[in-house]
């Protein structure tokens, strides 16, 4: 079976990038292989740990489970977009902080996930566990546990996640 390229361009990080990929690229691989942004883990590559969360124009995606040619003309924001070691973002000083990463390895996934998350939450979309559907979402410990419920850290540093979320969130879980 013969492949099909496309040119696809988005900005990514502030900066415009302009890639030909094959079609069945996914965003991950475009951003860790033909970016050189390895901030980005491939945990599961199937969409169920949350290593690979990124932001798509705010948005929180699984970067595995999308292709790269469908993100034509959008913002995406990755880890390394986020801050840098000598200006972190307030959520990495944050998980930092409260040493909500041991491995580190779902850190990435989680920061740019919980950063997404509490936008979310302030433009008011519900969850799960929102309790008035119509009333602005408040950032209780179950509504951050909810929403963070896609991104999984095998070691286990949970309380301590939604320590440091709660810290940049301005409340106590």
């Known amino acids: 079976m013969n492949s099909v390229n496309s040119k696809v361009s988005f900005e990514v990080n502030g900066v415009p990038r302009h890639l030909e990929l094959d079609n069945r690229t996914t965003l991950l691989d475009a951003l860790r292989e033909h970016l050189y942004l390895t901030g980005t883990k491939k945990g599961c590559d199937h969409g169920q740990c949350g290593a690979c969360t990124v932001m798509v124009d705010g948005r929180r ?19 390394e977009g986020l801050g840098t070691p000598e200006n972190l973002h307030p959520m990495q000083a944050a998980f930092v902080k409260h040493d909500g990463y041991q491995c580190g390895y779902c850190t990435p996934g989680q920061i740019c996930s919980a950063v997404a998350m509490l936008g979310e939450i302030k433009a008011g979309i519900p969850s799960h566990v929102s309790a008035d559907l119509t009333a602005a979402p408040d950032v209780t410990a179950a509504e951050m546990r909810e929403r963070m419920s896609g991104n999984i850290c095998r070691c286990g540093a949970y309380s301590n996640i939604l320590d440091a979320i709660s810290e940049v969130a301005g409340r106590q879980a």
Do not use: K, P, Y
Request: with cysteine.
């Open 61 to 79: 995606i699984n970067s595995c489970l999308t292709l790269a040619v469908m993100h034509e003309g959008n913002h995406v924001t990755t880890i």
